[in-house]
C-alpha cells in the first residue's frame, strides 16, 4: 500500500467510526474525527506515530486514546473542560493545540499502550451469554481474553435491566449493587427468565493488564473512554473502587500461546468458559483462527465453552444474518456487535448466535427463540 493510499484508508476510518459509532453517541469525538479525517498533515502524525504492529483498523481509536490521556494529565486545560462537558466550545482548535503541545507523549502512547476499553456497560450481554450456558450443577470458571482490569470477570456482581418501550421486562444481577446497567430491547424477542450460574474462579490474560488500584493505570482505562457520556467515567470509576478491593489473578502474556495453558489449570470440577468482547478484533487472522482451533481440541476432552462479543467478521464461527447485521452499520447506531456462544458438552459443539448489539451493549436485539438448554 502506496503512503498516499495508507493516509485515505485512515481517513476513512475516522470518517466510519464518526457515521457509526460517535454520531448521536459521542459528539465531540464525532466532531474531531471529521476534521481529522480532512486534515491530510494531522493524518500523517497519527499514521507515523502507531507502532508497526498496530492494527491499522484500531488506529482512530488508539489515537483519541493516547490523546485523552493527555487531556486527563491536564484537566485545567479548555479542551478537557470540553470534554468533561462544562464546555460547550467548538472542540477543533483547543484539541488541536493540546496534541502540538503533547506531541511526544502521544506518540509514547501509541507505540507503547493498546486500546483497553474495559467498559462495563458489556457486562448486560455478558450476562445473558452466561445464562445460556450448559452447566449441570457446575461452577463457572471465567477465563477472559483481554480483560484489562477484568471488570468485566465480575458480571454477576453488577445489576442489569433490560428494558422493551421503557418498561423493565428482564433483569439479572443483585439490585442493591453499586453498577446499574440499563440496556434498550429491540425487536420481536425477549431474553429468556433466567440467571448466572456460579462463578468460582476469575483470570485472564492480557498483554498489559490494569492494576485496579493504580490510579496511573486506571487513568489509562478512562482515556478509553469516549466524552460526552457522563455514565461511562462514573460507572469505571465505582467498578474499578470495587475491584481494586479483589482483583482477580491475571496473567500477563499473549492470548493465541497463553490462553490453553491457563485454562487447563482449570479444575475440572468447573466449566471454562473463556470470554471474548472486542478483544479479538485487535488479534490476526492467524492468531483468531489458532485460538479457535486449540479451544476445539480442549472441548473434545472436556466440557467448556467460548462466549464472544464481537464484531461478526471476527467470530466466523457464529452464523449471523447477514441482513440483519447490514441493516445495523446503515442505521449507523454503533458497529453492530454479534452476542455468540460456542459450547462443548460431552465432546458435542454447538455454535448459537443470542443477540445482535450495540458494541457496549446499550441496545440489544435478541435473536434466540426461547428454548431449555440445561
Known amino acids: 500500500m502506496s503512503e498516499r493510499d495508507a493516509i485515505e484508508e485512515l481517513s476513512d476510518l475516522f470518517v466510519f467510526l464518526a457515521d457509526h459509532d460517535f454520531a448521536g453517541y459521542s459528539p465531540t469525538y464525532e466532531r474531531l474525527a471529521r476534521a481529522i479525517a480532512a486534515d491530510t498533515q494531522l493524518l500523517e502524525f497519527v499514521a507515523t506515530s502507531a507502532s508497526p504492529n498496530t492494527r491499522r483498523g484500531r488506529i482512530p481509536v488508539l489515537f483519541f486514546a493516547a490523546t485523552h490521556d493527555r487531556i ?5 486545560s479548555e479542551i478537557a473542560r470540553v470534554y468533561r462537558g462544562e464546555s460547550d466550545s467548538d472542540p477543533l482548535k483547543p484539541f488541536l493545540e493540546l496534541v502540538e503541545l503533547e506531541r511526544e507523549s502521544i506518540v509514547h502512547n501509541m507505540r507503547t499502550r493498546s486500546v483497553q476499553t474495559n467498559e462495563v456497560g458489556r457486562s448486560a450481554g455478558i450476562a445473558l451469554g452466561m445464562s445460556a450456558l450448559t452447566l449441570n450443577d ?4 471465567l477465563v477472559e481474553i483481554g480483560p484489562s482490569a477484568g ?3 465480575f458480571v454477576d456482581q453488577w445489576h442489569a435491566n433490560y428494558l422493551l418501550n421503557e418498561t423493565v421486562v428482564r433483569e439479572l444481577g443483585p439490585t442493591d449493587s453499586p453498577i446499574q446497567l440499563t440496556c434498550e430491547l429491540r425487536g420481536d424477542l425477549i431474553p429468556p427468565e433466567s440467571r448466572i450460574g456460579r462463578i ?8 498489559a493488564p490494569i492494576d485496579a488500584s493504580n490510579a496511573t493505570e486506571s487513568r489509562w482505562l478512562q482515556a478509553c473512554v469516549w ?3 457522563p455514565e461511562r467515567p462514573e460507572r469505571l470509576a465505582t467498578a474499578l473502587a470495587v475491584v481494586s478491593k479483589n482483583p482477580p489473578p491475571l496473567v500477563q502474556g499473549d492470548a493465541v500461546v497463553d490462553l490453553i495453558p491457563l485454562v487447563e489449570t482449570i479444575s475440572p470440577e468447573c466449566v471454562p468458559v473463556v470470554l471474548s468482547t ?3 478484533a485487535y488479534v490476526s487472522a492467524d492468531g483468531r483462527e489458532t485460538i479457535q482451533t486449540s479451544i476445539d481440541a480442549l472441548g473434545a476432552k472436556r466440557d467448556l465453552a467460548l462466549l464472544t462479543l464481537e464484531e461478526p467478521r471476527f467470530t466466523p464461527w457464529i452464523e449471523t444474518p447477514d441482513e440483519l447485521v447490514n441493516a445495523y452499520y446503515e442505521v449507523g447506531d454503533g458497529t453492530p456487535t454479534v452476542l455468540g456462544l460456542r459450547q462443548w458438552v460431552n465432546g458435542k459443539c454447538s455454535s448459537r448466535v443470542l443477540a445482535l448489539c450495540h458494541p457496549h451493549v ?3 436485539q435478541w435473536l434466540e427463540e426461547e428454548a431449555d438448554h440445561g
Not at 72 to 76: I, R, S
Not at 200 to 207: I, L
Request: proline share 10%; aromatic share 6%; net charge neutral.
Open 72 to 76: 486527563l494529565a491536564n484537566p485545567e
Open 138 to 141: 457446575r461452577d463457572i470458571a
Open 151 to 153: 471488570l468485566n470477570l
Open 200 to 207: 468460582s474462579h476469575r483470570t485472564g490474560v492480557d498483554p
Open 227 to 229: 466524552p460526552g457520556i
Open 278 to 280: 472486542w478483544a479479538l
Open 362 to 364: 446499550r441496545w440489544m
